[in-house]
């Protein structure tokens, strides 16, 4: 005898509809309870196959991606001090909030925020700043003849190097208050020193001529 769907209620189906509706929710139920005593956690597209006692059987095809969309051109907290283009393989993506593209060129200085999102909800942040300024030119106190050390102020956290013509004498950095002093050679009057400033972006800034006084 075959299976039949038996009840002493009043259907709102058809009992066509009624059994196939019922067919699908048992199904769904056996399916359901299969990835739970089976858990799958390798990648890639999947084919379940469920069969009750009867030999009727549904098949469930899915897909695992855990993997993350692959971001060129920045990378997470980088610092650049040139327009930047990015890339991404796949996904929807926002800049700042607002909707981009693969492809997109940043030119504004700041900080900014990209979020790339797949299909599969895997989300990718990058933070990344663009700083195209270079810093001020330095302030540098007199250099004497006698003088082993070149101080002054720049910009804070910056390198500060210190040349005579094409030859570094000299190279440091300024504290938090942008304060430098630099351990020289001694110098013969008339000589002219050049010195610099470049932020951590690496711009780098016009240089401060100091004369070497008696």
Do not use: C, R
């Not at 051109?73 to 930047?84: E, P, R």
């Amino acid at each position: 005898m075959q299976n039949q769907l038996i009840s002493n209620k009043k259907s709102p189906f058809p009992l066509g509809a009624w059994q196939l509706f019922t067919f699908y929710l048992h199904f769904s139920l056996l399916a359901q309870e299969a990835i739970k005593q089976a858990a799958v956690t390798s990648e890639g597209n999947h084919t379940l196959v469920v069969t009750d006692t009867s030999g009727n059987e549904i098949t469930v095809k899915f897909t695992i991606d855990k993997t993350s969309t692959v971001v060129t051109g920045v990378s997470n907290n980088g610092l650049y001090k040139k327009d930047v283009i990015i890339t991404f393989n796949e996904g929807t993506a926002t800049l700042d909030g607002d909707d981009s593209t693969s492809g997109k060129t940043v030119t504004s200085e700041g900080s900014h925020t990209l979020v790339v999102t797949d299909a599969a909800g895997n989300a990718t942040t990058v933070n990344f700043t663009i700083d195209k300024t270079a810093p001020n030119a330095p302030t540098v106190d007199t250099v004497t003849s006698k003088t082993t050390e070149v101080t002054g102020t720049a910009e804070a956290n910056s390198t500060i190097v210190v040349k005579e013509g094409k030859d570094t004498i000299g190279i440091g950095k300024t504290d938090q208050d942008g304060k430098f002093t630099i351990s020289i050679e001694k110098q013969k009057k008339g000589t002219n020193l050049y010195v610099t400033a470049k932020d951590i972006a690496g711009n780098v800034s016009a240089a401060t001529k100091v004369t070497v006084s008696k």
